[in-house]
């Protein structure tokens, strides 16, 4: 019945967001500014509240996180070599209780997607997502920084930046300084099947415009590969995509589904008035979130394996960016919001969630209470974006 219950509202929400009135003029620039607007709100709420803090999150140790195509090309290559650097080391799973059950996990890159993979049934769709992963980007960013030698913060990926055609940008172009281009297109596929689960099966996603191995950039297949999966879509990998295959990096650009990063989407997601609302709009079908995975496919269309693709962290980072905005329009009434169960799409049925609910991270780091995820200066926190 929750499920039933949180599918049915999902579509009166979307309904609600597609049936609102026609814009006049240019839609994209008065959302464009709309969007300026809550972040600019977003800013003074961080300042003002550091602004007399001695100890805790101060503004002396505030970690800024900056959109991609705003930093430097030495700046781009410190965090691709930081990348590199992870995906080098020898990683934890391999001696954990769970390298049976992954044996595909070898380096410190694979104990990320591992930890994803294995907590991927409890942190979609539900009360627990948008916490989990605000503190799994943190406890990337922090391994980058502190087993790396990475000094700046985790980039973001603004959807919103050539969302017509993202591979027109600096995240997507194909330099040395970007995140690497699409995919060698390949002709005649059909869709790829992903096994959405659930309950609700398995459903085609329509072919984009590569589909192979990511063709220029710093994640060729000569500079990177993928060990696990794939398990979120057809063919599967060895032992339902947790065993070990090396491969490529592949991706898929789809220009139809990179539409829904539209500034007025985000904008529209920004006006919700409640943690309920804003999670289902984010999380729908034509929602950002699914959107920037989507768009990109290839892997982020794997959703136990998606972080290896590293887009999965500047676009993660772009969805906690979304969250902490909306959380400072209303800080007193919207911090400590939580909706929804701990279980994806409530399948099978849990408990709601709560300020109390466990998060596993396995061998990344230590379980955490969701009510000290909720805040991005406070706690482990202490980051803005700018």
């Known amino acids: 019945m929750k499920l039933l219950s949180t599918l049915t509202s999902l579509l009166a929400v979307m309904t609600l967001v597609i049936a609102l009135p026609p814009s006049t003029g240019n839609p994209e620039a008065a959302a464009r500014k709309e969007i300026k607007d809550y972040k600019k709100k977003y800013t003074k709420y961080v300042h003002d509240t550091l602004k007399t803090r001695k100890t805790g999150c101060t503004k002396k140790k505030l970690l800024v996180r900056k959109e991609w195509s705003t930093l430097s090309k030495v700046e781009r290559r410190n965090y691709i070599n930081a990348i590199y650097c992870l995906a080098s080391k020898p990683g934890l799973t391999p001696s954990s209780p769970y390298a049976s059950y992954l044996p595909g996990a070898r380096t410190r890159y694979d104990d990320f997607v591992a930890a994803h993979h294995l907590q991927s049934d409890y942190i979609h769709n539900d009360g627990l997502f948008l916490g989990f992963h605000r503190y799994y980007v943190h406890l990337y960013e922090q391994a980058l920084r502190q087993e790396c030698g990475y000094r700046a ?7 919103t930046i050539g969302w017509e055609d993202p591979r027109q940008t600096a995240v997507f172009d194909g330099s040395p300084w970007s995140m690497g281009s699409n995919g ?11 096994n959405f689960g659930a309950g609700i099966g398995d459903q085609p996603v ?16 000569d ?38 990063l539209r500034p007025s989407n985000v904008a529209g997601l920004l006006g919700q008035g409640n943690l309920f609302n804003f999670s289902l709009v984010l999380d729908a ?52 919001q939580v909706w929804g169960t701990v279980t994806a799409f409530d399948f099978p049925p849990s408990e709601n969630a709560t300020l109390d609910s466990p998060l596993n991270f396995t061998t990344i780091g230590p379980p955490k209470r969701l009510g000290d995820m909720i805040s ?5 926190f202490c980051y803005i974006y700018e």
């Open 285 to 336: 079908p034509a929602g950002v979130h699914v959107a920037g995975h989507f768009s990109v496919a290839g892997m982020q269309l794997d959703i136990f394996n998606g972080p290896s693709d590293p887009i999965f962290w500047l676009h993660h980072a772009m969805t906690d960016l979304v969250w902490t905005v909306w959380q400072a329009q209303d800080a007193k009434g919207r911090l400590e």
């Open 153 to 159: 913060a985790q980039p973001y990926w603004d959807w």
């Open 206 to 221: 329509a072919v984009g415009t590569g589909g192979g191995c990511v063709e220029k950039g710093p994640f060729t297949a």
């Open 223 to 260: 500079k990177y590969q993928i060990h696990m999966g794939p398990t979120g879509y057809e063919p599967h990998g060895p032992l339902d995509g947790r065993g070990y295959n090396p491969r490529c990096l592949n991706r898929d650009i789809t220009l139809e589904v990179a539409q829904n």
């Open 376 to 380: 991005s200066i406070d706690g482990p």
């Open 184 to 194: 060698v297109f390949i002709p005649d596929r059909p869709p790829t099947i992903v």
